[in-house]
Nanobody, 119 residues
Framework: QVQLVESGGGLVQTGGSLRLSCAAS????????MAWFRQAPAKEREFVAR????????NYADSVKGRFTISRDNAKNTVYLQMNSLKPEDTAVYYC????????????WGQGTQVTVSS
């Protein structure tokens, strides 16, 4: 059974930092890309960042480029999202997701972790 478990969310002031973790289990993810999405209240879910598990290739939403960094630890089967220079508009529930590298449909999702940035 595939599981993606996020952690690391919390309350932080504007300009602060948080690191989110996504622990993946239940299958081999070498042919997968892992991504972070977020959803703020009354807003659509939006893409944040993505990393190919095997190559390490990354891409980011324009709104987080230069502030957020996605990375992975193959030995721990964990993906991270380092978030710096946080802004109130980054407040959302952050979700980890997995898709096959050549697809844009995400097959697996975590339960989400809340990030709140106070002004």
């Amino acid at each position: 059974q595939v599981q993606l478990v996020e952690s690391g969310g919390g309350l932080v002031q504007t300009g602060g930092s948080l690191r989110l973790s996504c622990a993946a289990s239940g299958r081999t993810f070498s042919n997968y890309a892992m991504a972070w999405f977020r959803q703020a209240p009354a807003k659509e879910r939006e893409f944040v960042a993505r990393i190919n598990w095997s190559s390490g290739y990354t891409n980011y939403a324009d709104s987080v480029k230069g502030r957020f960094t996605i990375s992975r630890d193959n030995a721990k089967n964990t993906v991270y999202l380092q978030m710096n220079s946080l802004k109130p508009e980054d407040t959302a529930v952050y979700y980890c997701a997995a898709s096959l590298i050549y697809r844009s449909i995400y097959d697996y999702w975590g339960q989400g972790t809340q990030v709140t940035v106070s002004s």
